[in-house]
């Protein structure tokens, strides 16, 4: 029934810049929350950003505050993740996520459903 798919990812250079999609179906997209993910190898997995439904309330991990930005396109059933000045240590798997809650959590546990991911990978 809840479908999240990513996209975006790729290779780029330290300094670039990738915009990750989130399509999503299954439920009344504009209502919940949706949030970002990432896992490197040997890693456990960190939260990223989190955006509440009406896009107006955003959360993000420190490591990523001012080089980052979540939006919605709720018209489109879509969630975004622009990444600027991307270092090495972003390089990660990227998940996409929603517990179907109003409100904004960073504990992966509150997450029910998760998107297959997307390769974000960041040359030195």
């Known amino acids: 029934q809840v479908w999240l798919v990513e996209s975006g990812g790729g290779l780029v250079q330290t300094g670039g810049s990738l915009k990750l999609s989130c399509a999503a179906s299954g439920f009344t997209f504009s209502t919940y929350a949706l949030g970002w993910f990432r896992q490197a190898p040997g890693k456990e997995r960190e939260f990223v950003a989190a955006i509440s439904g009406s896009g107006v309330y955003r959360d993000y991990v420190d490591s990523v505050k001012g080089r980052f930005t979540s939006s919605r396109d709720n018209a489109k059933n879509t969630m975004y993740l622009q990444m600027n000045s991307l270092k090495p240590e972003d390089t990660a798997v990227y998940y996409c996520?929603?517990?179907?809650?109003?409100?904004?959590?960073?504990?992966?546990?509150?997450?029910?459903?998760w998107g297959q991911g997307t390769q974000v990978t960041v040359s030195s």
């Open positions: 996520a929603t517990g179907q809650r109003i409100g904004l959590t960073r504990r992966s546990s509150e997450y029910s459903y």
